[in-house]
């Protein structure tokens, strides 16, 4: 792998995408030196509100995205869910000019489809779940009988936090949900009944060079990210397994930037359930560890800084605060921010909806795995 050319402060550095992501990143990399421009259809947007340059138009539009791409030196991504053609426009791009792009298009394309995402996991050699594909006829008519049930319909592109899938417990619910379908652009995967959830935020640099967090334990609820634990205090050889399968993936697709990385645990066996080509919900509870952040490592892998040697770790415990929860001047949040421990991150998003993402807590002080408890 040859080595890129380091991009100093006064770089310009775009992101495709303009929510609370690029708002962390554009925290991290403006102190820095670094100019940001975003793109994305919204205006005023949450990165916007911390200096961000915004250049609002539809991804499809390619003369505004070109006229994006011309202004800045690197291009990162705050979510996968990029369409095909704003891909191959960028791809194109980079084919012609200096830009650097990282990650890479075809690891978006990657991410964003589970079908591809699963088949790398297997060529990489992780463990995930039996899946199959649902996008033909004869799919339809053969899947029910050979999957093991229960199982989850999921759709192969646009899902996240729990969308676009349906648990089936028997041969005639999953006949019936596939039958609702508009379209045959599915898979079906068998449920694994795990205990525990963990997560590694990962990040592999453009000579190689690799760094990463602890793994850290997750709490869902509502198919949403509620709890993190950092780190997860997994046994050791569990620990070295879940990095071990995000290094794997890295390699297999040729990953530079940042990545979140999920599994499911039972006992000793660990399963891969999905990755996020960038920062990763789970990866919040790094602003406040007392080292290096996510977005941090975001910025150096983007522009080829120093690879850190190690990230120490201290104990961080991060809570998402969603629409449901967000009440500034409550008692509770008064009572919160009187304590030095608790970390206010809000995203700046002017409405506040159900399970809409507000922003995060992070506690870092004592007793870390209590300090969210009867918040409900």
């Not at 959830?197 to 990962?202: G, K, L, P, Q, R």
């Not at 995000?246 to 697709?253: D, G, S, T, V, W």
């Not at 990755?275 to 990763?280: D, G």
Request: aromatic residues 10%.
């Amino acid at each position: 792998m040859t080595q890129k050319k380091i991009l100093l402060p006064g770089a310009k550095l775009g992101v495709m995408g303009s929510g609370q992501l690029a708002r962390m990143f554009a925290l991290e990399a403006i102190p820095n030196g670094y100019e940001v421009s975003v793109y994305s259809p919204e205006s005023h947007s949450p990165a916007s509100g911390v200096g961000a340059k915004e250049f609002v138009s539809e991804y499809e539009n390619e003369e505004v995205l070109l006229a994006f791409l011309k202004t800045i030196d690197a291009l990162t991504f705050e979510f996968e869910n990029i369409p095909e053609s704003a891909l191959t426009v960028i791809e194109e791009f980079q084919k012609n000019s200096n830009l650097l792009v990282h990650p890479s298009p075809n690891c978006i394309r990657i991410a964003q489809n589970r079908w591809k995402e699963k088949i790398s996991f297997r060529d990489a050699r992780i463990p995930t779940v039996n899946f199959y594909p649902l996008f033909t006829e004869k799919d339809k008519n053969e899947i029910p009988s050979k999957v093991s049930y229960p199982c989850i319909l999921k759709t192969n592109t646009m899902g996240y936090d729990g969308k676009g899938q349906v648990k089936c417990r028997s041969k005639e619910e999953l006949i019936s949900a596939i039958s609702d379908l508009k379209e045959l652009n599915h898979i079906v995967e068998e449920f694994f009944p795990f205990t525990s959830e963990a997560s590694v935020i990962f990040a592999r640099f453009q000579d190689g060079s690799i760094s990463n967090f602890r793994p850290s334990l997750n709490i869902h609820k509502n198919h949403i990210l509620d709890l993190t634990f950092h780190p997860g205090n997994f046994p050791p050889n569990l620990e070295k397994n879940l990095v071990d399968y995000a290094k794997k993936l890295a390699e297999e697709i040729d990953y530079i930037g940042v990545f979140g990385i999920e599994f499911f645990i039972k006992g000793e066996e660990i399963l891969c359930n999905e990755f996020a080509p960038r920062p990763h919900n789970s990866g919040h509870f790094s602003q406040d560890s007392g080292s290096i952040s996510q977005f941090s490592l975001q910025l150096r892998t983007l522009c080829n800084l120093p690879v850190p040697k190690e990230i120490p770790v201290r104990p961080v415990t991060m809570k998402n605060i969603l629409g449901e929860d967000y009440k500034p001047g409550s008692k509770l949040w008064t009572k919160t921010l009187e304590n030095p421990h608790y970390h206010l991150h809000l995203y700046g998003k002017k409405e506040a909806r159900m399970g809409r993402k507000m922003g995060h807590w992070n506690y870092s002080g004592p007793n870390p795995e209590s300090a969210f408890i009867g918040w409900e």
